[in-house]
């Protein structure tokens, strides 16, 4: 058993909240019987957009696929990639091979039929956190009129990112 924490920023609030991460996941597998702690995967001050520069999650994987760990947890899909293809991606390679991850908020493994299905709608959600353009507000204003439904999802530390549904 393992946990990924991430960041995007180095500011001293979102310190504290890898720090909280980290101290939470570290007792939580401790305190499951049956899981033997392997470690935390972290990545601090790093854009989940790409997984470039994400040595944690990047070391994570590797020892995921080197059958080091068959479980990680995670809080959120956004937590672990915002990026669809590198998420679609990751998850499948690590699927063939029989391991999971935990997306915590959701209650979600990603091998089991629950993940599968709601997934395709998270990392959706996924790819449309960036900063809101006038443009972005003028096509979602547009879209409603013509009858699309529009739903918030809560993402990162209380962020919220909306998602058009056709």
């Given at each position: 058993?393992?946990?990924?924490?991430?960041?995007?920023?180095?500011?001293?609030?979102?310190?504290?909240?890898?720090?909280?991460?980290?101290?939470?996941?570290?007792?939580?597998?401790?305190?499951?019987?049956?899981?033997?702690?392997?470690?935390?995967?972290?990545?601090s001050g790093v854009s989940g957009l790409s997984t470039n520069r994400r040595e944690g999650f990047n070391r994570m994987v590797e020892d995921y696929?080197?059958?080091?760990?068959?479980?990680?947890?995670?809080?959120?899909?956004?937590?672990?990639?915002?990026?669809?293809?590198?998420?679609?991606?990751?998850?499948?390679?690590?699927?063939?091979?029989?391991?999971?991850?935990?997306?915590?908020?959701?209650?979600?493994?990603?091998?089991?039929?629950?993940?599968?299905?709601?997934?395709?709608?998270?990392?959706?959600?996924?790819?449309?956190?960036?900063?809101?353009?006038?443009?972005?507000?003028?096509?979602?204003?547009?879209?409603?009129?013509?009858?699309?439904?529009?739903?918030?999802?809560?993402?990162?530390?209380?962020?919220?990112?909306?998602?058009?549904?056709?």
């Open positions: 058993m393992a946990a990924y924490a991430r960041v995007s920023t180095d500011h001293e609030e979102q310190a504290a909240s890898l720090v909280a991460q980290t101290d939470y996941y570290r007792k939580k597998i401790q305190q499951h019987p049956g899981w033997a702690f392997v470690g935390i995967y972290v990545d696929l080197a059958g080091r760990i068959d479980l990680v947890l995670t809080k959120s899909i956004s937590r672990f990639a915002r990026n669809t293809v590198d998420t679609v991606t990751t998850i499948r390679k690590l699927k063939e091979k029989g391991i999971s991850v935990y997306f915590e908020k959701k209650n979600i493994f990603s091998t089991d039929a629950k993940g599968d299905v709601l997934r395709s709608d998270l990392i959706q959600c996924n790819d449309g956190v960036r900063a809101v353009r006038p443009l972005d507000i003028w096509v979602l204003a547009r879209r409603l009129s013509f009858g699309s439904r529009f739903f918030f999802s809560e993402i990162g530390d209380g962020g919220v990112v909306g998602c058009i549904l056709y």
